[in-house]
């Protein structure tokens, strides 16, 4: 079962907007991670954020995390067209009370950037 | 070179083949991972292995099974592929001792079952 629900499933902007993107999640977390991957690629880690912090700066990426709400979102300002790809939340296991660590990733937010 | 690699990258077979997808990795992580990747519903977790004498069944194992031959290798058998196994497939890899459990994805084989 999925864990992580993104929002939009997909999101189309221009060529220097900020693109914000949501996550979803069921269960109690110790982390939560934002992947990326451009088209058919393997996925690349962008960011984990802790569930006592609730806010991550990497570069031009902000990440917030609510465990109240069991939500997250991720930033990215000043889009460039090659922030096109797909980008998906993953969450940790071991809320769940599973004994083995592993992460449940989401469907994915498609992101284009118009140029 | 690429720290995580997966063979072959492209795949065609026929229904009722038996098939192995490799994965070979030179981070020296213990934990190694098969994922399936299908349009419109993210990736789902098939079998994952914490060092070379732990093997779990994920989310969708069935009709797969793994052998993890070394540290550095982990693979994925299809015994008797059918059309519905014709998906992106990804091998990851992860070090618990960093305390992040990032994962770092090889870069996918696309298998197509006939």
């Known amino acids: 079962s999925q864990q992580g629900e993104e929002d939009p499933q997909a999101l189309s902007i221009q060529e220097g907007e900020n693109a914000t993107m949501n996550c979803s999640y069921k269960?109690?977390?110790?982390?939560l991670q934002w992947y990326r991957q451009n088209s058919g690629r393997g996925l690349v880690h962008l960011i984990l954020?802790?569930?006592?912090?609730r806010e991550k700066h990497s570069g031009r990426l902000r990440v917030t995390l609510d465990t109240s709400k069991k939500s997250s979102s991720l930033l990215i300002t000043a889009s460039r067209a090659a922030d096109t790809a797909s980008y998906f939340c993953a969450t940790d296991d071991r809320g769940s009370g599973g004994s083995n660590y592993k992460l449940t990733f989401g469907k994915g937010t498609l992101l284009t950037v118009n140029p | 070179d690429a720290d995580v690699t997966q063979t072959p990258r492209n795949r065609i077979t026929k229904t009722g083949k038996r098939i192995m997808l490799e994965c070979s990795q030179t981070?020296?992580?213990?934990?190694m991972y098969w994922y399936r990747q299908d349009p419109g519903l993210g990736l789902r977790l098939i079998y994952y292995?914490?060092?070379?004498?732990?093997?779990n069944k994920g989310e969708i194992s069935d009709g797969y099974s793994v052998s993890r031959q070394a540290q550095a290798k982990f693979s994925l058998s299809l015994e008797s592929a059918i059309p519905n196994q014709t998906a992106l497939y990804f091998c990851?890899?992860?070090?618990?001792?960093?305390?992040?459990?990032?994962?770092?994805f090889g870069p996918g084989t696309r298998l197509l079952v006939l």
């Open positions: 990851a890899t992860s070090d618990p001792g960093t305390g992040q459990e990032t994962q770092y």
């Open positions: 954020i802790r569930s006592n912090e």
């Open positions: 269960t109690s977390i110790n982390n």
């Open positions: 981070k020296g992580h213990d934990r």
């Open positions: 292995s914490f060092d070379v004498k732990d093997i």
